[in-house]
């Protein structure tokens, strides 16, 4: 005993290491699986987990079902390896997973991605401009990757593409500015600057929404410029610096 109680610690780190080593070695092909299946099942719920932040998804939770796994022949002798596959979906992660001696071991989730989110509070229908109690936040499945409305997102101006169904996420694919200036519509060039207001009658020669950028008609000059919408038929000049 006294010759192993006076080795060096790195003596018995080493000592340990290769015990560790060869314990790994000798794995059951049962808890060699087992070790597999364990590491495809962290790395699809990772990469939910990240495709649900870049989504904007907030409180995310992750369900997964694994399905029958393909099993290659053989012993795991090292560190096994995974990566998700490239035809991965929300709804369905494929993992495959390698390591030496046993080639590749293919997993497969069904899955399901849930959070908080905007979402429809009603039926919204077609060209309908949101309101506060057309929006609330709920706890909704995320189907797509595509950008969820951000939760301190302006309402004002917003109005839908499309029909949107209550429960539906909200994504900027459904919505599109409500245009509060229309081509040919009488608009009132507004500028102030250092508490001097100026306000001139101009035209429209674009369709444009809320702080968007629209080429205007000057009245008195009849000069084409450039000016921002900031209300319904009132736009505010761009000013040279």
Same mark, same amino acid.
């Given at each position: 005993?006294?010759?192993?109680?006076?080795?060096?610690p790195a003596a018995l780190r080493r000592t340990a290491g290769l015990l560790l080593l060869s314990a790994g070695s000798l794995l059951s092909p049962a808890?060699?699986?087992?070790?597999?299946?364990?590491?495809?099942?962290? !790395?699809?719920?990772?990469?939910?987990?990240?495709?649900?932040?870049? !989504? %904007?998804? @907030?409180?995310?939770?992750? $369900?997964?079902?694994? =399905?029958?796994? *393909?099993?290659?022949?053989?012993?795991?002798?090292? #560190?096994?390896?995974?990566?998700?596959?490239?035809?991965?979906?929300? %709804?369905?992660? $494929?993992?495959?997973?390698?390591?030496?001696?046993?080639?590749? /071991?293919?997993?497969?989730?069904?899955?399901?991605? +849930?959070?908080?989110?905007?979402?429809?509070?009603?039926? /919204?229908?077609?060209?309908?401009? =949101?309101?506060?109690?057309?929006?609330?936040?709920?706890?909704?499945?995320? *189907? +797509?990757?595509?950008?969820?409305?951000?939760?301190?997102?302006?309402?004002?101006?917003? @109005? !839908? &593409?499309? =029909?949107? *169904?209550?429960?539906?996420?909200?994504?900027?694919?459904? =919505?599109?500015?409500?245009?509060?200036? &229309?081509?040919?519509?009488?608009?009132? /060039?507004?500028?102030?600057?250092?508490?001097?207001?100026?306000?001139?009658?101009?035209?429209?020669?674009?369709?444009?929404? #809320?702080d968007e950028w629209v080429r205007v008609k000057n009245g008195n000059s009849g000069k084409v410029i450039r000016a921002r919408v900031i209300d319904t038929?009132?736009? !505010?000049?761009? /000013?040279?610096?």
């Open positions: 005993m006294a010759i192993f109680t006076n080795r060096p808890a060699q699986a087992a070790t597999a299946a364990e590491l495809a099942q962290q !790395s699809a719920q990772q990469w939910l987990l990240q495709q649900a932040a870049a !989504s %904007g998804l @907030r409180a995310p939770q992750i $369900r997964l079902q694994a =399905l029958p796994a *393909r099993l290659a022949p053989g012993s795991c002798l090292g #560190k096994p390896v995974a990566e998700i596959g490239s035809d991965s979906q929300l %709804g369905r992660v $494929r993992v495959r997973v390698r390591c030496q001696g046993a080639g590749e /071991i293919g997993y497969l989730f069904r899955a399901e991605v +849930s959070g908080l989110a905007l979402a429809a509070a009603n039926d /919204i229908a077609p060209g309908q401009t =949101l309101g506060a109690d057309d929006v609330s936040e709920q706890r909704v499945l995320l *189907r +797509s990757p595509q950008p969820l409305l951000a939760p301190n997102v302006a309402l004002d101006g917003l @109005r !839908s &593409k499309t =029909l949107i *169904r209550q429960g539906t996420p909200l994504r900027g694919l459904l =919505l599109e500015t409500a245009p509060l200036v &229309k081509r040919g519509m009488a608009v009132a /060039i507004v500028a102030e600057q250092e508490g001097i207001r100026v306000e001139v009658a101009g035209t429209a020669l674009e369709t444009a929404g #809320k038929g009132v736009v !505010s000049p761009e /000013i040279s610096q």
